[in-house]
T-cell receptor
Framework: DVKVTQSSRYLVKRTGEKVFLECVQD?????MFWYRQDPGLGLRLIYF???????EKGDIPEGYSVSREKKERFSLILESASTNQTSMYLC?????????????FGSGTRLTVV | QKEVEQNSGPLSVPEGAIASLNCTYS??????FFWYRQYSGKSPELIMF????GDKEDGRFTAQLNKASQYVSLLIRDSQPSDSATYLC?????????????FGTGTRLKVLA
């Protein structure tokens, strides 16, 4: 069964900490995405990547960075966590060859910053 | 105007009825359209995609696309309590790039037993 795996289901961090959220996919997908989901705001794109070592800003990149050193892994980094970054974080991947076939999402990481 | 709009609901239907979920989009160049189901506390899962005008059926689900009117809908026949979830519409926009989708905020569906 194809999968997108996010390393943590729940995470609690302190304000100012550097936070790493990891995402790994086993489908050999070229495209990977990081979203956050908040009530009433829907899914908002933070960063995405079409290839190894490539990244592009999404709609809300401020306070975040990403790393894609290997095709299967896409990491989201909160440089200095703040309480307004408390949210559900969703990683997704898709194939460039089958771009019209939608994303596969990971199970999500619920991050609380205290 | 939001790029992808959905009524937030909740939409309540009795068990066995047809649930009709609607989505409008603003970019006429959009090419691919998706419906995701998201249970509370879970991540979205893809249930339907459609590219061409008209209807596409998969089991109890039918996606309908009308590019001239810029709307896409999802019909769920014989609704079951297990269909209770939030349904997200996603659109591939010509301006956002082929591989990047824009999501609506979702419609919450409640199927009453």
């Amino acid at each position: 069964d194809v999968k997108v795996t996010q390393s943590s289901r729940y995470l609690v961090k302190r304000t100012g900490e550097k936070v790493f959220l990891e995402c790994v996919q086993d489908m050999d997908h070229e495209n990977m995405f990081w979203y956050r989901q908040d009530p009433g705001l829907g899914l908002r794109l933070i960063y995405f990547s079409y290839d190894v070592k490539m990244k592009e800003k999404g709609d809300i990149p401020e306070g975040y960075s990403v790393s894609r050193e290997k095709k299967e892994r896409f990491s989201l980094i909160l440089e200095s966590a703040s309480t307004n970054q408390t949210s559900m974080y969703l990683c997704a991947s898709s194939s460039s060859d089958r771009a019209g076939y939608g994303y596969t999402f990971g199970s999500g990481t619920r991050l609380t910053v205290v | 105007q939001k790029e992808v709009e959905q009524n937030s609901g909740p939409l309540s239907v009795p068990e066995g009825a047809i649930a009709s979920l609607n989505c409008t989009y603003s970019d006429r160049g959009s090419q691919s359209f998706f419906w995701y189901r998201q249970y509370s506390g879970k991540s979205p899962e893809l249930i339907m995609f459609i590219y061409s005008n008209g209807d596409k059926e998969d089991g109890r689900f039918t996606a309908q696309l009308n590019k001239a009117s810029q709307y896409v809908s999802l019909l769920i026949r014989d609704s079951q309590p297990s269909d209770s979830a939030t349904y997200l519409c996603a659109v591939n926009s010509a301006t956002s790039g082929t591989y990047k989708y824009i999501f609506g905020t979702g419609t919450r569906l409640k199927v009453l037993a």
